[in-house]
């Protein structure tokens, strides 16, 4: 499982951050634990699959935010049943 941040310029709301996160889910049905930051300028999200990133990009700037960047790292379940 990769943990995925892309770093986002233009959420200004939480209406902001539902649209990003609504892209993203829309452009990566498998992903998991979607999440956006206007104060960090940033969505992360889980997922076991590769992630294309001209395709996030362009779903991003297509909705009017600029896409900055992305990183993945490796994800490690935390807690107590992980």
């Given at each position: 499982m990769n943990k995925i941040t892309v770093k986002i310029d233009g959420m200004m709301c939480g209406m902001c951050e539902a649209h990003?996160?609504?892209?993203?889910?829309?452009?990566f049905p498998e992903a998991k634990k979607v999440s956006a930051s206007?104060?960090?300028?940033?969505?992360?999200?889980?997922?076991?699959?590769?992630?294309d990133e001209a395709k996030l990009k362009k779903a991003i700037d297509d909705t009017g935010y600029t896409f900055v960047s992305?990183?993945?790292e490796e994800y490690k379940k935390h807690g107590l049943f992980g």
């Amino acid at each position: 499982m990769n943990k995925i941040t892309v770093k986002i310029d233009g959420m200004m709301c939480g209406m902001c951050e539902a649209h990003i996160c609504d892209t993203i889910r829309k452009e990566f049905p498998e992903a998991k634990k979607v999440s956006a930051s206007r104060k960090k300028e940033e969505a992360t999200f889980l997922t076991d699959s590769p992630v294309d990133e001209a395709k996030l990009k362009k779903a991003i700037d297509d909705t009017g935010y600029t896409f900055v960047s992305l990183t993945s790292e490796e994800y490690k379940k935390h807690g107590l049943f992980g």
